[in-house]
C-alpha cells in the first residue's frame, strides 16, 4: 500500500523546475505534501484534498489526479533551501498517512 | 507557540529490553501520531491517537503499543526489543487528522 515516488533522487541547478510525483494503487482522499532537511523534522508543505480543494503556504504548487491515484509537486525556479527529501502520505480515508520512500532533492548553485 | 516535544532524544538499549517514549503535542492539539523512520522504509505510520483513542494503527507488532493522556501527552511502548528496532521514532500532532501536522525532533533509539 505504500505510494510509489518518483524520482528516488535528483540533482538541479538553482533556478530550474522538478516534479515529484506519487503513485497509489488505491483511490485517494487526500494527500499530503512534506519536506524533511537533514537531521531535522519533516515540515508541511501541501495538502490536496478529493475535489481539487489545495491547503498550503509555500511558493509550491501541487496536483491531484483522482482518476490515475495520484499526485504531483511541482517545484519551479527551485532555490539552494529547496534541497531535502520530500514524501507524500496519501490518506485513504481513515486516520492513518501512508507515506512514500521520499524523493531526495539537491540544489546545487 | 511552543512546538512538539518528544523526550528522550537518544536512547541506548540493548535487545530484550522494554522502552517508552512520551511525545508533548502542540497546545490544543488532539491529534497524535507515531512514525517510525529508518533509511531503507521512509517513514511508517505506528497509530494516531485522538482524545485518549486509538483511531488506527499500522503493520506493526504487538510489541508496539501506546496511549494518550487527558492533556493530549501521548506516550509509546515497545517491549522486547529487537535490533531491528534500531530507528528515529516521530511524533506528530495536529488539531484533528486530516490537518497539517506538525512534527516533533523524535527520538533516536539504538538497540544493542
Known amino acids: 500500500q505504500q505510494p510509489v515516488q518518483s524520482p528516488q533522487a535528483v540533482i538541479l541547478r538553482e533556478g530550474e523546475d522538478a516534479v515529484i510525483n506519487c503513485s497509489s494503487s488505491k483511490a485517494l482522499y487526500s494527500v499530503h505534501w512534506y519536506r524533511q532537511k537533514h537531521g531535522e523534522a519533516p515540515v508541511f508543505l501541501m495538502i490536496l484534498l478529493k475535489g481539487g480543494e489545495q491547503k498550503g503556504h509555500e511558493k509550491i504548487s501541487a496536483s491531484f489526479n483522482e482518476k490515475k491515484q495520484q499526485s504531483s509537486l511541482y517545484l519551479t525556479a527551485s532555490q539552494l533551501s529547496y534541497s531535502g527529501t520530500y514524501f507524500c502520505g496519501p490518506n485513504f480515508g481513515n486516520e492513518k498517512l501512508t507515506f512514500g520512500t521520499g524523493t531526495r532533492l539537491t540544489i546545487i548553485p | 507557540k511552543a512546538g512538539v516535544t518528544q523526550t528522550p532524544r537518544y536512547l541506548i538499549k540493548t535487545r530484550g529490553q522494554q522502552v517508552t517514549l512520551s511525545c508533548s503535542p502542540i497546545?490544543?492539539?488532539?491529534?497524535v501520531s507515531w512514525y517510525q523512520q529508518t533509511p531503507g522504509q521512509g517513514l511508517q505510520f505506528l497509530f494516531e491517537y485522538f482524545s485518549e483513542t486509538q483511531r488506527n494503527k499500522g503493520n506493526f507488532p504487538g510489541r508496539f503499543s501506546g496511549r494518550q493522556f487527558s492533556n493530549s501527552r501521548s506516550e509509546m511502548n515497545v517491549s522486547t526489543l529487537e535490533l531491528g528496532d534500531s530507528a528515529l521514532y516521530l511524533c506528530?500532532?495536529?488539531?484533528?487528522?486530516?490537518?497539517?501536522?506538525?512534527f516533533g525532533p523524535g527520538t533516536r533509539l539504538t538497540v544493542l
Open positions: 497546545s490544543g492539539h488532539r491529534s
Open positions: 506528530a500532532s495536529s488539531l484533528e487528522f486530516g490537518n497539517e501536522q506538525f
